[in-house]
């Protein structure tokens, strides 16, 4: 379905029953998240971005709303009851199922694998990383599947920890569309590379650094990176990049070759000077222009390593490290 013709759609159809149908509702309306997915929308001008936006955000609501009411209950997967639709990710739609979990079901079965990407990621740093720093990645609760008694479709599920108060680097920026002050991503830097060093020493590779998936916790500044679909062990290729974004990959994901940490370094670079946009002083670019060489074997390999090589930019640049308050508003 072509974004023009979901927005039609949406705006035609009197009734949440017209827009879903009765045959398989579920996957009309994972046709019509594919087609409006703000992340999705490719070179679509203003209008139609825009246009895109409503019609997802009518959608979702609309879903919750004939969901619950085609069954006359909440629908449950496995021994969990879908409350509120949280987040629309990459692949999955996010679920609070209470006891500060969310539960992950993929759009697309098409798409187990990826999520059996997350399960070995996620289970492969709990055993083998730090326990000190295994805050900065989600903590799996569980992974199961479930078959759609409509459709016959069967879908692996993720459950994970959900932590209350986080927000994505997307988020700081539009806070700070200015760029944020490099004292401030300084500390989001520093603990993003400990999420990274925490998965390499464990020999898992993210593959998808990219601002939506870094979370921060303002206040006390904390960092959670999310949506390991994409990991991989290192020295393997990454399977797949976010739609969008192929321009915040470096050169060996295009040219499927092996990933290594510097990868994750070079996108996770990336991140960081995006988000502080022209307030980044030129020794934190030429920090970062060490962190994104072209090629993997130029690239730093250790985060551990180069978080204490950037405490030194740092140290020289401000000074001993003090504790800034941060603040996001919106």
């Given at each position: 379905?072509?974004?023009?013709e979901?927005?039609?759609?949406?705006?035609?159809?009197?009734?949440?029953?017209?827009?879903?149908?009765?045959?398989?509702?579920?996957?009309?309306?994972?046709e019509l998240v594919?087609?409006?997915?703000?992340?999705?929308?490719?070179?679509?001008?203003?209008?139609?971005?825009?246009?895109?936006?409503?019609?997802?955000?009518?959608?979702?609501?609309?879903?919750?709303?004939?969901?619950?009411g085609?069954?006359?209950?909440?629908?449950a997967?496995g021994?969990?009851?879908?409350?509120?639709?949280?987040?629309?990710?990459?692949?999955?739609?996010?679920?609070?199922?209470?006891?500060?979990?969310?539960?992950?079901?993929?759009?697309?079965?098409?798409?187990?694998?990826l999520?059996?990407r997350?399960?070995?990621?996620l289970?492969?740093?709990?055993e083998?990383?730090?326990?000190?720093?295994?805050?900065?990645?989600?903590?799996?609760?569980?992974?199961?599947?479930?078959?759609?008694?409509?459709?016959?479709?069967?879908?692996r599920?993720?459950?994970v920890?959900?932590?209350?108060?986080?927000?994505?680097?997307?988020?700081?920026?539009?806070?700070?569309?200015?760029?944020?002050d490099?004292?401030?991503?300084?500390?989001?830097?520093?603990?993003?590379?400990?999420?990274?060093?925490?998965?390499?020493?464990?020999?898992?590779?993210?593959?998808?650094?990219?601002?939506?998936?870094?979370?921060?916790?303002?206040?006390?500044?904390?960092?959670?990176?999310?949506?390991?679909?994409?990991?991989?062990?290192?020295?393997?290729?990454?399977?797949?990049?976010?739609?969008?974004?192929?321009?915040?990959?470096?050169?060996?994901?295009?040219?499927r070759?092996?990933a290594?940490?510097?990868t994750?370094?070079?996108?996770?670079t990336?991140?960081?000077?995006?988000?502080?946009?022209?307030?980044?002083?030129?020794?934190?670019?030429?920090?970062?222009?060490?962190?994104?060489?072209?090629?993997?074997?130029?690239?730093?390999?250790?985060?551990?390593?180069?978080?204490g090589?950037?405490?030194?930019?740092?140290?020289?640049?401000?000074?001993?490290r003090?504790?800034?308050?941060?603040?996001?508003?919106?």
């Open positions: 379905m072509r974004t023009s979901a927005i039609h759609l949406v705006a035609a159809v009197r009734t949440d029953a017209e827009l879903f149908g009765d045959q398989a509702p579920a996957r009309r309306y994972r594919a087609a409006l997915h703000p992340d999705r929308l490719g070179a679509a001008d203003d209008r139609e971005r825009v246009a895109a936006v409503e019609a997802f955000q009518q959608v979702t609501a609309r879903w919750r709303a004939f969901r619950d085609s069954t006359g209950s909440t629908v997967l021994d969990y009851r879908l409350g509120a639709l949280r987040y629309a990710g990459d692949l999955t739609d996010l679920y609070d199922v209470g006891a500060d979990r969310l539960l992950k079901l993929p759009r697309d079965p098409a798409d187990n694998d999520m059996a997350e399960v070995h990621a289970r492969t740093i709990e083998q990383g730090d326990p000190r720093h295994l805050p900065y990645v989600p903590r799996l609760v569980e992974s199961f599947r479930h078959r759609d008694p409509a459709t016959g479709a069967e879908r599920i993720n459950v920890a959900a932590v209350p108060g986080l927000h994505s680097l997307d988020d700081v920026r539009r806070a700070y569309p200015d760029g944020v490099p004292r401030d991503a300084a500390w989001m830097w520093r603990r993003l590379l400990v999420a990274l060093g925490l998965a390499h020493r464990a020999g898992v590779v993210h593959g998808a650094v990219l601002p939506r998936h870094v979370l921060i916790e303002p206040d006390a500044h904390g960092v959670v990176l999310v949506d390991w679909c994409f990991a991989t062990p290192l020295g393997h290729t990454v399977p797949a990049w976010v739609p969008g974004f192929a321009d915040w990959y470096p050169p060996e994901v295009a040219k070759k092996p290594g940490a510097g994750d370094i070079a996108m996770a990336r991140c960081m000077t995006w988000l502080m946009g022209s307030r980044a002083p030129r020794e934190l670019l030429a920090f970062a222009d060490g962190c994104r060489q072209r090629f993997l074997r130029s690239r730093p390999d250790d985060a551990w390593q180069l978080l090589e950037f405490d030194q930019v740092l140290e020289r640049l401000y000074g001993p003090t504790f800034r308050p941060f603040t996001l508003t919106r």
